[in-house]
């Protein structure tokens, strides 16, 4: 194999990555977006019904505010039977989660990384890596269709990256690895920050309103009642916060950039001996924020 190009940026990018990865990754995604719609679809259905029990309009024998009330339960209960019956939490569960290690498998196998270093044949290191993405496979219970073809677990580029030298793997995974994850999570810390901080914010707001409004209906000063929706409104902001977990997200993703900080460190000073476990070191950094993330969501889950 000839040397990778000067200043190339799209070595072992996703779409470079074993076919399993990205089977994996489009079903997270898909899985992701139809879980926080759904909830979506639910709290706006409380809130909605909500609004509809607060009112009264009545046009002959029918309350029309009724009916936007029983519209809003409707439309929550269609959105709990759907996630019961589909599931869409488990399938971003699982595709994350086999994405996420496939891409740590191939990174590893790639440049020579612990399991897959120059003590292993690369046929024997083709079979391993064939090994262990089966294993994970085996875990998704058929939620992420594992995809057939020459390239499903081993792609060109991996073979190609692995019979560099090390100078040039070193350069490459720093740059391409390394880097890049801790500024995607660096990035997003201080996203999920911002985002944890507007919603308390919003959370404080909307229960100081609720008990100006609550309090208004108790002193006489108006006789509409509105506790109810405000209730609604903070339940329903309380729960979207939960699922979304910013806060616990911005904590984990800032320790992980500064344990990949540390990895670079002991990375760009590693010798042949040492590089295998050094960039074990690194992707356990990442797979540990991934399954301190997937145990998260399965408590928030159950």
Do not use: C
């Amino acid at each position: 194999m000839g040397p990778f190009p000067e200043g190339s940026d799209h070595w072992l990018t996703d779409e470079h990555l074993p076919g399993l990865f990205r089977a994996a990754d489009r079903a997270a995604t898909v899985g992701q977006r139809h879980t926080l719609m759904w909830n979506q679809v639910r709290l706006a259905g409380a809130v909605v019904a909500a609004v509809g029990g607060a009112f009264s309009f009545m046009a002959g024998r029918f309350d029309l505010w009724g009916f936007v009330g029983l519209a809003g339960f409707v439309a929550a209960l269609v959105a709990e039977l759907v996630m019961l019956a589909q599931r869409p939490e488990q399938e971003w569960y699982a595709g994350r989660a086999i994405a996420e290690s496939a891409k740590t498998l191939a990174w590893k196998f790639a440049v020579r990384g612990a399991p897959f270093d120059d003590s292993l044949p690369d046929r024997d290191a083709r079979l391993l890596l064939a090994e262990r993405l089966r294993e994970i496979t085996a875990k998704a219970q058929g939620r992420v269709t594992v995809p057939t073809g020459p390239h499903a677990l081993v792609t060109e580029t991996m073979l190609a990256l692995r019979e560099q030298d090390l100078p040039t793997r070193r350069a490459i995974y720093l740059r391409h690895r390394v880097d890049d994850q801790r500024a995607w999570y660096e990035r997003k810390a201080e996203a999920h920050r911002r985002r944890g901080s507007w919603w308390q914010l919003t959370l404080v707001a909307g229960e100081v309103a609720a008990i100006l409004i609550a309090a208004g209906r108790a002193f006489g000063i108006w006789k509409a009642d509105w506790s109810g929706i405000m209730a609604a409104l903070v339940a329903a902001a309380a729960a979207w916060l939960v699922l979304k977990q910013h806060s616990s997200l911005a904590s984990a993703y800032a320790v992980t950039t500064n344990e990949l900080g540390l990895a670079a460190e002991q990375l760009s000073t590693a010798s042949d001996q040492d590089w295998p476990q050094a960039v074990a070191d690194a992707e356990e950094a990442i797979s540990r924020e991934h399954t301190m993330w997937l145990a998260s969501r399965n408590d928030h889950s159950h």
